[in-house]
């Protein structure tokens, strides 16, 4: 599995970014897609998953409707948008995957493969 993560960069407070991670797997069967952010000094958080294949989507309650994934099959690529960002949003995002039954994890330790992340800015 490898992850590609795309689209950061810096956003006015109130303002919308949309990232994208590029999948690259051998099945999309049971795999599950997760965004993580870690803000400076803070730990890496849990933000949002999707499950590939029925496209069921989970949040953290802290950007629940303010951020939307979605599945784009034609490049096996996952984006995020998120909207109506504010300052604490700040930090770098991960796109991490595994494969799993159920539900998504909620923590680092659920997801096996990584990206190497990409730095949101929420200025003022």
């Known amino acids: 599995v490898q992850l590609v993560e795309s689209g950061g960069g810096t956003v006015q407070a109130g303002g919308s970014l949309t990232l994208s991670c590029v999948a690259s797997?051998?099945?999309?069967?049971?795999?599950?897609l997760a965004w993580f952010r870690q803000a400076p000094g803070k730990e890496r958080e849990f933000v949002a998953a999707i499950n590939w294949m029925t496209i069921r989507t989970y949040y953290t309650d802290s950007v629940e409707g303010r951020v939307t994934l979605s599945r784009d099959d034609n490049r096996d690529t996952v984006n995020v948008q998120l909207n109506e960002q504010k300052l604490n949003d700040t930090g770098v995002y991960y796109c991490?995957?595994?494969?799993?039954?159920?539900?998504?994890?909620?923590?680092?330790?659920?997801?096996?493969?990584w990206g190497q992340g990409t730095r949101v800015i929420v200025s003022s």
């Open positions: 797997v051998q099945t999309f069967a049971g795999l599950f």
């Open positions: 991490s995957a595994d494969y799993k039954q159920g539900s998504p994890g909620r923590i680092e330790d659920d997801y096996g493969y």
